[in-house]
Structures are given as structure tokens and as C-alpha cells.
């Protein structure tokens, strides 16, 4: 057994392992029952890869059918991971079925034309009708595209949310969704590669692009859901849809907000702000500041923004930063280090109040201290 065959063989087996674990994961369980989906059936054709190589009755033309429907099931999948891991629906309904559509279709295909898309897998080497050629290819195209159609609504779906999260918390920590949106962008690159070998393939150019799709990509993809899919913290189980969908100043003109009863929430925030400091806990969001002064989040998220001219992540730190300082010119905590004083005044991340304080000041924690102190 080559090192290759042991990778995929590690890679599939972990990758099965995986899939129970996200299936039984009681946080984040219902968007992680889809990428637990995904990740059990891409170590299930890794498997059948295996049996082709060592040539256990599993014919190359089988592998191939089952990485085409792999890359429409890939789609949904990925999709709706990330539209329920946002938060913008809470319980599975019968509306996802609609995306596993194109599945009963193929069978469909099948059972009406027994000489297309099967036919012309398993008798790839003899000669066959050509309109069974073509419909293998414009049902693979078809699926390619509608593929790429749901990672381009899924990025989208991430590129809201990553605004939308400045208005939720404190710390982005917990919200930080770029390892799904690299996920995405190295599923996007195999998919192009495997529309090219598609292509390729059709002219009869055969360079096995899908083949080293499955030796190297398919792991990688395995062992990143493996430590990120785990690891995700839940985001915000009361997120609502409407918020992911309409624009902040859209839905403030429905608000029904005041301006005078904006104001005394203004002085009210501001005042608790500075007498309780709720900033001092790292994991603040926008919902537990909401319920320490009995407003709603709607219009607390209102009045920071149009009328504070920020949102809910730099005013709580801003209020951090202020407190960084004075713990940095307090002689009493010259003793404590940096990073200890940034989780001291509400940071959770050496890197976020890093950048945070040199953006505020133009220096670094280090540089402000000295030549504040001299």
C-alpha cells in the first residue's frame, strides 16, 4: 500500500468517524447534520476510489457516477450548513427537499431513457447511441452549474452576515466564518477543475483532473471540516431572518422609535455603560446589553447606530480601549502583562486588540506605555 492509499484510506475513515460525531453533537446539531451528510458521503466515494485502485469489483465508470452525484449533493449540502449555521432558520422543514429536486430526476432519466446517463457509463469503452453521449454531458453540466449557483448564494449569505455580526458582538471571535468561506473557495477550485476535465473529457482529452481531485483535494476538505465543524462555537440562536434580509435603514423606518425616547436610551446606555461596565465581559453581545436595560435589541441596535454613528462592535470597543489605556498608565499593574490587561478590560484575542489599539492610537500598547510614562 502506496503512502497515497494510506492518506485516503485515513482521510475516508476519518472522515466517517467524523460524520457520527457531528451527527450526535448536541451544539450547532441542526446545521451540523448537513455537513455531517456532506463528510459521510464524500468519505463513502473516497472508499469506492479505493476499491477501483485495488481493483475490488468497483469499475472506473461507477467512481465516476458516483462523483457526479456527489457534486450535486455537495451543493446543497454546503448551502444549507451555512444558511441554518447563521442562524437564519432554527428547525429543518420540508422546504429543504427542494434542493435533493435534481436526485428523483436523475432516477427519472433512468427509468425513461435505460440508454443515457448509466448506459454510457458502463459501456464507456464500446460503442453507444450518441444522443445517450450528450445527455450524460448536459445533465453533468447541468449539475456543475446549479453547484456553483449554490456556493455563490452561500457566499453571499456569509458576506451579509459578516456585517450583520458587527451589530450582534463584542468579539468577532466566535463569528469569524472564514475558515467556511475558504471551505467554500477550495470546493469552488475543485469544482472548476472538474468542469474542465468535463469538458476534456467530452473532446475525449482524458487527463484525469477528477482523479487527482479525489487523491488530493477530497482529504483536505476531510480534515478541515474535521477541526473547524467541531470546534465552531454556536453563533446566535435568535437570529432572525428579516434582519439577515433587510437592509438597517430599511427596517429603521418602521422601527417606531422616537427621537425623544432615542435620546434617554442614548443617555441611559451611556451612563450604564460607565457605572457597570459591561464591557468587561468578553463574551457581551448585543441581546445581553438589550436585556440589562429592558430595551429591545432592535431598538438598542437603532440607537447605536443612528444616533451613535457606530456600530454595536466599535462602541463596546471603544470602551475597552479606553480602559486598556488607563490600565496601562496605572503604575499599580506595570506587573501584568499586556495581553494580561487586554482580557482584563474585555478582549479575547491578542490579535483583535493589537489591531483595535493601533488603529485607535497609532501605536502599539508597548510604544503608548513608554511614551506616555516618560
Known amino acids: 500500500m502506496d503512502f497515497i492509499v494510506l492518506v485516503l484510506n485515513l482521510a475516508a475513515a476519518q472522515g466517517l468517524l467524523l460524520s457520527f460525531f457531528l451527527y450526535y453533537k448536541r451544539k450547532n446539531h441542526v446545521p451540523n447534520l448537513f455537513i455531517a451528510s456532506y463528510t459521510l458521503i464524500t468519505s463513502f466515494v473516497l472508499f469506492i476510489f479505493q476499491f477501483k485502485d485495488q481493483g ?46 435534481a436526485i428523483p430526476v436523475v432516477i427519472g432519466i433512468e427509468m425513461l431513457f435505460p440508454n443515457s446517463v448509466l448506459y454510457t457509463l458502463d459501456h464507456a469503452d464500446e460503442l453507444h447511441p450518441e444522443d445517450a453521449f450528450d445527455q450524460l454531458y448536459i445533465l453533468e453540466y447541468i449539475l456543475i452549474l446549479s453547484t456553483i449557483g449554490y456556493l455563490l448564494i452561500s457566499f453571499k449569505k456569509i458576506w451579509v452576515f459578516d456585517g450583520l455580526a458587527l451589530n450582534l458582538f463584542s468579539n468577532m471571535e466566535s463569528a469569524n466564518l472564514n475558515w467556511l468561506r475558504n471551505l467554500l473557495l477550495l470546493f469552488s477550485a475543485f469544482l472548476f477543475i472538474h468542469l474542465i476535465d468535463t469538458s476534456l473529457d467530452y473532446l475525449q ?9 479525489m487523491k488530493l483535494g477530497f482529504p483536505v476538505l476531510i480534515y478541515v471540516i474535521s477541526y473547524k465543524a467541531l470546534t465552531q462555537p454556536e453563533i446566535f440562536k435568535e437570529l432572525r431572518t428579516s434582519e439577515l434580509s433587510m437592509p438597517l435603514k430599511q427596517s429603521y423606518q418602521s422601527s417606531g422609535l422616537k427621537e425623544d425616547k432615542a435620546k434617554q436610551h442614548v443617555d441611559r446606555l451611556l451612563t450604564f455603560m460607565e457605572e457597570e461596565k459591561p464591557y468587561l465581559d468578553c463574551n457581551l453581545t448585543i441581546e445581553d446589553l438589550a436585556k440589562s436595560l429592558g430595551i429591545s435589541r432592535h431598538h438598542l441596535t437603532e440607537v447605536i447606530n443612528k444616533y451613535l454613528k457606530k456600530n454595536f462592535y466599535e462602541f463596546v470597543n471603544e470602551f475597552r480601549l479606553e480602559k486598556v489605556k488607563t490600565l496601562l498608565l496605572d503604575k499599580s499593574k506595570t506587573h501584568i502583562t499586556l495581553v494580561g490587561i487586554a482580557f482584563e478590560a474585555g478582549f479575547n484575542s491578542k ?21 506616555h510614562t516618560n
Open 205 to 213: 482529452w482524458d487527463l484525469k483532473l477528477s482523479s487527482y481531485i
Open 351 to 371: 490579535t483583535t486588540f493589537n489591531t483595535l489599539f493601533r488603529k485607535e492610537t497609532g501605536l502599539t500598547p508597548t510604544a503608548f506605555r513608554k511614551q
Open 56 to 101: 475490488l469489483y468497483i469499475s472506473v465508470e461507477s467512481i465516476r457516477y458516483a462523483t457526479f452525484l456527489l457534486i450535486y449533493i455537495s451543493g446543497p449540502l454546503l448551502y444549507l450548513y451555512t444558511k441554518y449555521l447563521i442562524g437564519e432558520k432554527q428547525q429543518i422543514d420540508t422546504s429543504i427537499i427542494k434542493h435533493f429536486a
